[in-house]
């Protein structure tokens, strides 16, 4: 991409794509991708498994380069920009972060620890004022009174909300969610909407992208979808406009129905 294809608002977006393509062998895991994500926007990325999902949050995290094209995270360009210093400007929340973080790590210390890039509390000395702001994400997310317990003790849905609190520790000015509401029952998934519909709803909240395969898990109060299918937009802009039968069952590959109820929606085949 030319220097003069860059956004003059470059520095109100905290995503910019430009003809972005991500290959690895001989296949093309994202092509042709070109999306703008503004600070107060909240967006979901729906899509089935292998779409390319994951691949696009990465790069989000300057966790990896684009093959072509080129992407601006917080105003910086990939590949012009030292990703160690990017990094913790982003929060992120996957399924990679939980494996890494030890069973036996108290979960204030797995929040906590987040501001010092570090997975486990090591020998770090941390401030109070630092213990006092992850006590409050904790309660902010409903488990406060689980600070003092081993991460390895908690229900998967407490760890994922766990993990959320870790995301915001940094006070990040991005917010990356890759599946929070994966391998949760009904009730956790219920709660869990529940709290990010309260986090979208913050306007003091960074701007967010969640990832998900089910459109039941789009919080009320998320505002943008990217449809996603073999590693292409099918469709992106606001979530009223996006979100159709038509847009899910060609992003799904089958005849698809969506309905809708009050915020919330749910989709099943025609
Ligand atoms: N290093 C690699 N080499 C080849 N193919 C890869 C590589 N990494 C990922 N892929 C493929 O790229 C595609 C997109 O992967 P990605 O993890 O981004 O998808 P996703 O939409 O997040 O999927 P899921 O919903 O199943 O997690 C998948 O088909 C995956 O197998």
């Given at each position: 991409?030319?220097e ?17 393509g ?5 296949s093309?895991?994202?092509?042709g ?37 080129a ?19 982003v ?14 790590e ?43 317990r ?24 991005l ?31 960074p ?40 847009n ?23």
């Amino acid at each position: 991409m030319s220097e003069q294809s860059v956004p003059e608002n470059i520095d109100d977006l905290v995503v910019h794509m430009a003809d972005v393509g991500v290959r690895r062998g001989g296949s093309k895991l994202l092509n042709g991708i070109n999306w703008s994500v503004e600070l107060d926007e909240r967006w979901v990325i729906l899509g089935g498994n292998g779409a390319g999902k994951t691949t696009l949050l990465r790069m989000a995290a300057a966790e990896m380069h684009p093959s072509s094209g080129a992407v601006h995270v917080l105003g910086e360009q990939l590949g012009k920009v030292d990703m160690f210093e990017l990094r913790p400007r982003v929060g992120f929340c996957s399924a990679a972060t939980a494996n890494r973080i030890p069973p036996d790590e108290k979960v204030v210390d797995v929040v906590v620890s987040a501001g010092y890039a570090v997975m486990g509390r090591w020998r770090e000395e941390y401030e109070s004022l630092d213990i006092g702001r992850a006590q409050e994400l904790l309660d902010g997310l409903g488990i406060g009174r689980f600070a003092d317990r081993l991460f390895g003790t908690l229900s998967e849905g407490e760890r994922k909300r766990t993990l959320i609190a870790r995301a915001l520790m940094t006070d990040p000015e991005l917010l990356l969610l890759d599946e929070p509401a994966a391998g949760l029952d009904l009730g956790g998934r219920e709660d869990l909407v529940a709290k990010l519909t309260e986090l979208a709803l913050d306007p003091d909240a960074p701007a967010t992208i969640l990832v998900t395969h089910h459109v039941e898990e789009i919080p009320p109060g998320f505002t943008h979808l990217m449809l996603l299918s073999s590693g292409a937009v099918v469709a992106q802009g606001l979530i009223d406009d996006v979100l159709t039968s038509e847009n899910l069952s060609a992003a799904f590959g089958q005849q698809l129905l969506l309905e809708r109820s009050g915020d919330r929606f749910f989709a099943r085949r025609a």
